[in-house]
């Protein structure tokens, strides 16, 4: 069981992280860099409210798995 929720807190971080990055700044940052095809296609408004979910379901998991492996 912990092994599995080790897993899966990984990989949420991994998930966290990458939207984060992902987001565009004022300054435009590495979402600029790395996203710039994918706003042609989702638009940037899109791009930035889906990536803002992203980060937030992937921060609860983090913070649910957390609390659950300290806990075990």
Same mark, same amino acid.
């Given at each position: /069981?912990?092994?599995?929720? %080790?897993?899966i807190?990984?990989?949420?971080?991994? *998930?966290?992280?990458?939207?984060?990055? /992902?987001?565009?700044?004022?300054?435009?940052?590495? =979402? *600029? @860099?790395?996203? +710039? =095809?994918?706003? %042609?296609?989702? +638009?940037?408004? +899109? /791009?930035?409210?889906?990536?803002?979910? @992203?980060? %937030?379901?992937? =921060?609860?998991?983090?913070?649910?798995? %957390?609390?659950?492996l @300290?806990?075990?």
């Open positions: /069981m912990n092994i599995f929720l %080790t897993i807190q990984i990989l949420s971080c991994i *998930g966290l992280i990458i939207s984060i990055l /992902m987001q565009s700044a004022k300054s435009a940052g590495m =979402g *600029g @860099v790395i996203a +710039g =095809g994918a706003e %042609t296609f989702f +638009g940037k408004k +899109g /791009m930035d409210s889906l990536l803002a979910k @992203v980060a %937030t379901f992937c =921060g609860a998991i983090f913070f649910i798995i %957390t609390l659950i @300290v806990l075990l």
